[in-house]
């Protein structure tokens, strides 16, 4: 093959590399092109052309990891990861590793790792690259990248739920919950989500947010109901999907264009966390995006034309 040839076939492996490490669709796709310059412009030809990629993407996100922490030290409010709707890469010899690691959860578990251990922890226990290829792409000895891994599987471990929802388990329960969701059904909601369930959105400061986030069952089944019912009345969808491989939500203004999307953490046969990301900078790879004021404006002004009360930036108060 020619290095485009192998470029192209190895990309969804780089990619996924790139955001597990980077948590940002955006970032990770800028890393695998950067990576694609070096390789064409490389004199030398690499005895494996996989391992040279691996590395040489793993090299660019961690030093892109290492400038954007400080950007999401000052950002305001919650950082959640960018959206991903599939994970372009498939091995079904690592499929629970794959699929684990690109959750919310624990792309937010990985954001407390060093950029090292990050990269590291990707490489070796998500992807299985063996210890002398880790340490040849973050430019570290064998026995350090082994201590690495071992810090980063101990912060992961401590930060993980004890046990797992069955897939389809998982998806049932997401059905029900978005069909109670959608009716503005607040018994229904309540029976689903965990006593403690949180809810929390990344607006970045650049749309409405839901306060500092809601936390019990019979507040978040109360704002959920809140924030639906004028939503859907005005025209707006609730499109179901898989977010991060967990079941989530697209939310679409009339037009079919994204305002924002929810995620949802579902164990133990319940809903434990709801995190939404509205910033409209992450949201913009998944298609036209919409202005998520005027959609909280206009439904506003039909709760009150139907004389609902409250108000959808009400329950709970929407902040910048």
Same mark, same amino acid.
């Given at each position: 093959?020619?290095?485009?040839?192998?470029?192209?076939?190895?990309?969804?492996?780089?990619?996924?590399?790139?955001?597990?490490?980077?948590?940002?669709?955006?970032?990770?796709?800028?890393?695998?092109?950067?990576?694609?310059?070096?390789?064409?412009?490389?004199?030398?030809?690499?005895?494996?052309?996989?391992?040279?990629?691996?590395?040489?993407?793993?090299?660019?996100?961690?030093?892109?990891?290492?400038?954007?922490?400080?950007?999401?030290?000052?950002?305001?409010?919650?950082?959640?990861?960018?959206?991903?709707?599939?994970?372009?890469?498939?091995?079904?010899?690592?499929?629970?590793?794959?699929?684990?690691?690109?959750?919310?959860?624990?792309?937010?578990?990985?954001?407390?790792?060093?950029?090292?251990?990050?990269?590291?922890?990707?490489?070796?226990?998500?992807?299985?690259?063996?210890?002398?290829?880790?340490?040849?792409?973050?430019? !570290?000895? *064998? %026995?350090?990248? #082994?201590?690495? +891994?071992?810090? /980063?599987? $101990?912060?992961? &471990? @401590?930060? =993980?739920? !004890?046990? *797992? %929802?069955?897939? #389809?388990?998982? +998806?049932?329960? /997401?059905? $029900?919950?978005? &069909? @109670?969701? =959608?009716?503005?059904?607040?018994?229904?909601? #309540?029976?689903?989500?965990?006593?403690?369930?949180?809810?929390?959105?990344?607006?970045?400061?650049?749309?409405?947010?839901?306060?500092?986030?809601?936390?019990?069952?019979?507040?978040?089944?109360?704002?959920?109901?809140?924030?639906?019912?004028?939503?859907?009345?005005?025209?707006?969808?609730?499109?179901?999907?898989?977010?991060?491989?967990?079941?989530?939500?697209?939310?679409?203004?009339?037009?079919?264009?994204?305002?924002?999307?929810?995620?949802?953490?579902?164990?133990?046969?319940?809903?434990?966390?709801?995190?939404?990301?509205?910033?409209?900078?992450?949201?913009?790879?998944?298609?036209?995006?919409?202005?998520?004021?005027?959609?909280?404006?206009?439904?506003?002004?039909?709760?009150?034309?139907?004389?609902?009360?409250?108000?959808?930036?009400?329950?709970?108060?929407?902040?910048?």
């Amino acid at each position: 093959m020619t290095r485009a040839e192998e470029f192209e076939e190895l990309r969804p492996l780089l990619f996924s590399i790139a955001y597990r490490i980077l948590g940002s669709v955006s970032e990770a796709e800028d890393a695998v092109q950067e990576t694609w310059l070096r390789y064409a412009a490389s004199a030398t030809e690499p005895v494996s052309a996989k391992a040279f990629l691996a590395a040489t993407v793993s090299r660019i996100a961690i030093d892109v990891l290492r400038s954007a922490r400080m950007r999401r030290e000052e950002y305001a409010g919650e950082w959640f990861p960018e959206p991903l709707l599939s994970d372009p890469y498939e091995d079904p010899e690592r499929s629970a590793e794959l699929a684990d690691s690109v959750s919310m959860a624990a792309l937010l578990l990985l954001e407390r790792l060093s950029p090292l251990e990050r990269a590291v922890f990707v490489l070796r226990e998500v992807f299985g690259f063996g210890f002398g290829e880790v340490a040849s792409a973050v430019g !570290r000895s *064998e %026995a350090a990248c #082994r201590q690495l +891994a071992v810090r /980063a599987r $101990r912060h992961m &471990d @401590a930060g =993980r739920a !004890r046990f *797992e %929802a069955d897939r #389809r388990e998982r +998806a049932e329960l /997401a059905e $029900r919950f978005f &069909d @109670a969701f =959608r009716k503005g059904d607040v018994e229904g909601l #309540r029976k689903l989500l965990a006593a403690d369930v949180q809810m929390v959105g990344d607006s970045g400061g650049k749309a409405p947010l839901w306060g500092k986030g809601v936390l019990g069952a019979e507040s978040v089944a109360r704002t959920l109901a809140a924030l639906v019912v004028p939503f859907v009345r005005i025209g707006g969808v609730v499109e179901p999907r898989e977010m991060n491989g967990q079941p989530g939500a697209i939310f679409r203004d009339r037009d079919g264009r994204v305002v924002n999307i929810l995620a949802l953490d579902i164990l133990g046969g319940q809903v434990q966390a709801i995190r939404a990301v509205i910033n409209p900078d992450k949201l913009g790879h998944l298609g036209p995006v919409g202005d998520a004021w005027g959609v909280v404006r206009e439904a506003n002004r039909a709760r009150r034309r139907d004389g609902g009360g409250a108000t959808a930036g009400e329950v709970p108060r929407v902040e910048d």
